[in-house]
């Protein structure tokens, strides 16, 4: 029997700043909702999906960056959606801000969940490659201050089994790095699943040629991490115009063969859902993709060593 799970990509139009917690799960509702009617196994929900992308705004108070943040997971405005998931039996991948403690320590991370048919969070993956940049710049129209409010995921890029899918995770930024899909790629992963909120024109970049091809390069990493590592990827945008910011869609639901099977059309809340056939992957997997049979580690290190492109593939440490 062909293993088969069926997946829908949840798009958000914008959500603005003043939108409460509340009004925004309803939306995540509705469209899980629709997903079920479509016969999904799991819902995939975008970047930062319970609040505005606030990183485009500098905050100076603390408090005030706190409040885009959830201190626990689920609380209060998102138990809701988990209990629509646990009496629908729908899994979902939900992004979101990570205010958390550890060892007496306050971290913020850029986290997505995986949670099951139960309602039970069955991972959780910390964004790796944060974007943007630390400082406030005034004179740009909006600002990326990710590398001020995230610091670095600290989980990898795990791969877990859940209703017999291996299913790993990443966000956004981590969709253009190779390694985000080789880590998981080694670990027989079969299902990718992403969100993100990409603007059409980012402010430092002053190449109308660059900004023509933000919607190419969106699939083009996408679909490349697909086939390269015969996986299925689902990336899911927050999209439209959000607080005068214009943002990308294109969700896309890419088989391993790098083809995209469905995408959304539009740039608002919208669900596009496909029948994910697994065995898809195993021709790439098992014969010139075959990553135990065919990749040549050896030749990449001593080729980087002999170039002086970068320290040795495992050998990081300034000692
Ligand atoms: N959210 C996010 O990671 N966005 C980035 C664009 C950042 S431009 C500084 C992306 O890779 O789409």
Known sequence: MRKEITIGAAQLGPIARSDSRKVVVERLIELMRKAKKSGCDIVVYPELALTSFFPRWYMENQEDVDSFFEHEMPGTATKPLFQFAVENEIGFYLGYAELSQESGTVHRYNTSILVD?????????????????FD???????????????????????????????????????????????????????????????PTHYPPNESPEADALTLFH??????????????WVVGVAKAGCEEGCDMIGQSAIIAPSGEIVAQSVTLGDELVAAVCDLDLGRPYRENHLNLGMH???????????????????GKRSSG
């Open 218 to 231: 969106n699939h083009l990493s996408m679909q490349a991490g697909a086939y390269q590592n015969s996986t």
């Open 117 to 133: 048919k139960n309602g039970k969070i069955v991972g959780k993956f910390r964004k790796v490659h944060i974007p943007g940049h």
């Open 295 to 313: 990749r040549e580690i050896d030749s990449y290190q001593l080729i980087t060593e002999r170039k002086g492109v970068g320290p040795p593939l």
């Open 136 to 198: 406030h710049e005034p004179s740009w129209s909006f600002q990326h201050l990710e590398k001020r409010y995230f610091e670095s995921g600290n989980l990898g890029f795990p791969v877990w089994e859940s209703e017999g899918v291996k299913m790993g995770m990443c966000i956004c930024n981590d969709r253009r790095w190779p390694e985000t899909y080789r880590v998981m790629g080694l670990q027989g992963v079969e299902v990718v699943l992403l969100g993100y909120n990409t």
